[in-house]
């Protein structure tokens, strides 16, 4: 079992494994080159797998598959078979755009892939659009059927912007909710790499404005989720991500593991140790030491909260959120 310094049991890992990504969110990349790291600066999925199975060995009961976006990579299917295969047992996820879904999902259910998380900030194809730089709209919801249609469990993402998408905010809840898809809003989360112009909703504002629609009550946190739940009286939940909230990194599970073998302990930090080296030369016991090592020295939260708090340098698109 893993267990960080202050007593959290940490059995949950991220895998990011590409930076690449095909849209350019205003609130992730919006002017990043159609560039990408040299394929022989990142782990194969057979030594990522040889990494997968130290963690789940070491206590990890939880897997999601992340980018950049991850269907990108190619033969994806293949290295969650690889997991699914050493321990069907384990929790496996995936977060994507959606773009290249409705061709890939029954291979990725075949797999063993369990969940999958999609982005859908507006239903309305201009504004899509614009805040992915492309026009997404139609291949992104036609994934998300397909992905339904095989059985895949989907969750959905927003990030509720001002005067871009908060009008929104209602319609694609009630798409969620029609479907059985739970919905979680996310605050704009602050980096270097984001649009200058965005101005996120807090949850308070997003709050003000469900509440003119829906009943709902306060369920709070559900397990070591960052999310906050909200049930409204027919039964459907809806929860709300405040990274800036003191409660936010209080139950953190999370671990994070890049492309190019950069194991992080925190999604805002910069802080990484490699485990690439020891990977690559099959020093298994390396590999286990500084896994235990990231988790002992992860921190107790973020920085964005409280009078030092500042922009992340951390590129999501290396993390996968």
């Known amino acids: 079992m893993l267990i960080d310094s202050y007593d959290r049991v940490v059995d949950y890992l991220r895998i990011s494994v590409t930076e690449r990504c095909n849209f350019r969110c205003q609130y992730c990349m919006p002017e990043k080159p159609f560039s990408w790291v040299p394929k022989e600066n990142l782990l194969s999925f057979e030594e990522l797998f040889l990494f997968v199975k130290v963690a789940i060995d070491e206590g990890i009961k939880k897997i999601r598959i992340t980018g950049g976006e991850p269907l990108l990579r190619e033969d994806l299917d293949k290295f969650i078979k690889m997991i699914y295969d050493y321990d069907p ?32 900030d507006s239903l309305k194809p201009e504004v899509a659009q614009k805040i992915a730089q492309k026009d997404v709209l139609a291949d992104v919801l036609a994934g998300v059927e397909e992905a339904r249609a095989v059985g895949l469990k989907v969750k959905v993402n927003m990030v509720p912007m001002k005067n871009m998408n908060a009008d929104e905010i209602v319609d694609v809840l009630e798409y969620c909710k029609e479907r059985d898809m739970t919905i979680r809003f996310i605050e704009y989360m602050e980096n270097q790499y984001a649009s200058k112009e965005i101005s996120g909703l807090k949850s308070d504002e997003l709050l003000a ?32 991500i405040e990274p800036y909230g003191d409660d936010f990194c209080k139950q953190c599970n999370r671990i994070r593991l890049t492309a190019e073998g950069n194991l992080i302990p925190c999604l805002y930090f910069d802080e990484a140790m490699s485990i690439s080296k020891s990977i690559k030369e099959g020093d298994i016991a390396a590999a286990a030491e500084v896994l235990r090592d990231v988790v002992k020295n992860k921190p107790e939260k973020n920085r964005w909260g409280g009078e030092d708090s500042e922009s992340s340098s951390r590129a999501f698109y290396e993390t996968g959120g």
């Open 89 to 120: 047992t384990i929790d496996l996820a995936m977060t994507s755009n959606a773009y290249l879904l409705k061709s890939t999902a029954q291979r990725l259910r075949d797999a063993g892939l369990k969940r999958i998380n999609v982005s859908i």
């Open 209 to 240: 404005i469900l509440r003119e629609h829906y009943e709902f009550e306060d369920e709070g946190f559900d397990g070591a989720s960052p999310s906050r739940y909200y049930r409204m009286k027919d039964g459907y939940r809806f929860g709300i």
